[in-house]
């Protein structure tokens, strides 16, 4: 059950950031709950909707929405991890799709989170948010996009890792194939991103005030002729320059070359279901992790090959390739040539 709740700033509260004061006066059960409760507009100051860094004034109203649940406690399950690295401070893990990186409202168990727990039992792992339902986590897929990603098991080297992704210091790309033909060989997107103002649950660019900074770039690694049931499709590989949530499907969708299975950012995306290749998740995948050890500074490097879902959609290609571009030759080589995830489907 939803309730609303009010609250109202005290002189001496003045200039606190709003996510912090909503902590301190238990709100919500941590500064990233509030964090994430104000970036899904439950929060509300003087009526509108404000960033999680606004710092109060004195004599702000508050308004706020929670979600009545019973408390919970994270468990280890015994859910499979496709790990590709592992020493005493970090994990490099191929993240199957389907799996959700930590509990939620609508997923309390099963996530990434309980598989961790379970493989190196809570005490040793990071919780530099504060908040047991994301220990280890540094950065996120989501559900249904599969490959690389972080954990970290100590405070120190989860601090280090969320610094330097947000420094831009770690290097993730991401394998996309999506609808229609993509003219030029490479491209940026700088876009900001904030949530819909149509759907709570979805992201989009706006050019609000609480839109954040979101950039993409991408390269063309190959494209397909178009048939009767679709307008085409280009493989790229996409580099994240910021996190934001749905960042590089809004983004896709946003230049009208959505990716191809994306069932929630598809508005451009051909209407003939045929035109999916027999996907039901998103043809997204991280296919390389760089990054500077945050203990012994060695420079880490990995690559993941596609899972069988995405190298079957991709087969159905067979005979409409236009051709590879330069740099298609060679990151596909090494993207076809790496490990293979050992969770499928």
């Known amino acids: 059950m939803t309730k609303v709740m009010s609250l109202r700033v005290n002189a001496d509260e003045a200039g606190t950031r709003i996510d912090v004061l909503l902590a301190q006066h238990s709100c919500y059960p941590s500064r990233s709950a509030a964090a994430h409760a104000i970036q899904g507009g439950m929060v509300f100051v003087n009526g509108s909707v404000p960033t999680k860094k606004y710092p109060v004034c004195a004599d702000d109203l508050i308004v706020y929405e929670t979600i009545d649940t019973a408390p919970t406690h994270v468990i280890g399950q015994p859910i499979p991890l496709d790990i590709r ?12 799709i389907g799996l959700v990186c930590h509990p939620s409202i609508d997923h309390r168990d099963g996530t990434l ?6 493989h190196c039992g809570a005490g040793n792992l990071c919780n530099v948010q504060g908040d047991e339902e994301r220990l280890g986590i540094v950065h996120r897929l ?3 996009t599969s490959g690389l ?14 610094e330097d992704i947000k420094s831009r ?19 940026m997107i700088d876009a900001p991103i904030t949530r819909s103002a149509n759907d709570r649950i ?5 050019d609000t005030p609480q839109a954040r900074e979101a950039i993409t770039t991408f390269n063309v690694l190959e494209r397909f002729e178009a048939e009767h049931n679709d307008n085409g499709y280009t493989l790229v590989v996409c580099k994240l320059f910021t996190g934001r949530t749905h960042q590089i499907r809004v ?3 946003y230049i009208k070359h959505p990716i191809v299975g994306d069932t929630a950012y598809c508005a451009n995306a051909p209407k003939n279901p045929k035109a999916n290749l027999g996907l039901n998740r998103q043809f997204l995948h991280s296919c390389h992790l760089a990054f500077t050890h945050p203990v012994t500074s060695s420079n880490m490097q990995f690559v993941d090959n596609m899972p069988q879902s995405l190298a079957d959609a991709l087969a159905r290609l067979n005979g409409r390739s236009m051709g590879r571009t330069e740099i298609g030759e060679m990151a596909l080589e090494k993207i076809l040539n790496a ?4 969770c499928e489907e």
């Not at 990603?149 to 969320?162: D, V």
Request: no cysteine; proline share 3%; charged share 25%.
């Open 85 to 96: 690295y592992e020493d005493d401070d970090i994990l490099v893990i191929s993240k199957q």
């Open 113 to 118: 989170v309980n598989a961790l727990i379970y």
């Open 142 to 144: 989501d559900k249904d």
């Open 149 to 162: 990603m972080l954990a970290a098991k100590t405070n120190e080297a989860g601090e280090a890792l969320m």
């Open 169 to 187: 210091f770690v290097d993730r790309h991401y394998l996309a194939l999506v609808h229609g033909i993509i003219s030029p060989n490479s491209g």
């Open 202 to 206: 979805k992201m989009s660019v706006r």
């Open 251 to 253: 983004h896709m969708e």
């Open 339 to 342: 490990q293979k995830p050992l």
